[in-house]
């Protein structure tokens, strides 16, 4: 087999899994946003902020945590408060517990080295009632201050389907 037939073999592959990578799109996101924390300790002062302008309100949406922590992250949970703030001021908080590893230590996240990274539902099937600007504050809650090997904060929304949905005739 001659170097040109490779060539052209490579140069095929290459195509198919570029567009097969763009047929993947992420349809239902409406928000996903990842901030860094700094040198990796989160502290309680550090509340991690995200402000989204919901204009559909007859969807429902999946909320999510993105966390991105290092292998070697001390706990098997992490406590955080997530506080949401509508657009007519009203200001609800709710303390979540996420496990991030089973009793033997292993973590739940997909790990690549020693990076893992973490999707936790904290609401399935929300609606807003009101179209406007809706702000999350994310804070830890452990009793650790500050908490060592967590990188990353994240707030995911996805529509999850129709509020009321067209009844079929």
Same mark, same amino acid.
């Given at each position: 087999? $001659? @170097?040109?037939?490779?060539?052209?073999?490579?140069?095929?592959? &290459?195509?198919?899994?570029?567009?097969?990578?763009? $047929? !993947?799109?992420? &349809?239902?996101?409406?928000?996903?946003?990842?901030?860094?924390?700094?040198?990796?300790?989160?502290?309680?002062?550090?509340?991690?902020?995200?402000?989204?302008?919901?204009?559909? &309100?007859?969807?429902?949406?999946?909320?999510?945590?993105?966390?991105?922590? %290092?292998? #070697?992250?001390?706990?098997? +949970?992490?406590?955080?408060?997530?506080? &949401?703030?509508?657009?007519? %001021?009203?200001?609800? #908080?709710?303390?979540? =517990?996420?496990?991030? @590893?089973?009793?033997?230590?292993?973590?739940?996240?997909?790990?690549?080295?020693?990076?893992?990274?973490? =999707?936790?539902?904290? #609401? =399935?099937?929300?609606?807003?009632?009101?179209? %406007?600007?809706?702000?999350?504050?994310?804070? #830890?809650? /452990? !009793? =650790? +201050?500050?908490?060592? /090997?967590?990188? @990353?904060?994240?707030?995911?929304?996805? !529509? @999850?389907?129709?509020?009321?949905?067209?009844?079929?005739?």
């Amino acid at each position: 087999m $001659s @170097a040109k037939y490779f060539s052209s073999v490579w140069l095929a592959v &290459t195509i198919f899994l570029s567009l097969s990578s763009l $047929s !993947r799109c992420d &349809t239902n996101r409406v928000f996903e946003k990842n901030t860094k924390v700094s040198d990796y300790h989160w502290s309680w002062e550090n509340k991690i902020e995200f402000e989204v302008d919901i204009a559909d &309100t007859n969807s429902l949406y999946n909320i999510y945590l993105n966390i991105r922590h %290092g292998w #070697q992250y001390p706990y098997s +949970n992490l406590w955080v408060i997530v506080h &949401t703030y509508f657009p007519d %001021g009203e200001h609800l #908080q709710k303390r979540v =517990q996420i496990e991030m @590893a089973d009793k033997s230590g292993k973590p739940f996240a997909d790990c690549s080295g020693d990076i893992c990274d973490l =999707q936790v539902p904290i #609401q =399935q099937g929300a609606y807003f009632e009101k179209p %406007g600007k809706y702000k999350w504050e994310v804070e #830890q809650n /452990m !009793r =650790q +201050n500050p908490l060592p /090997m967590i990188m @990353a904060i994240g707030l995911r929304l996805e !529509r @999850a389907g129709l509020k009321n949905p067209e009844p079929e005739s």
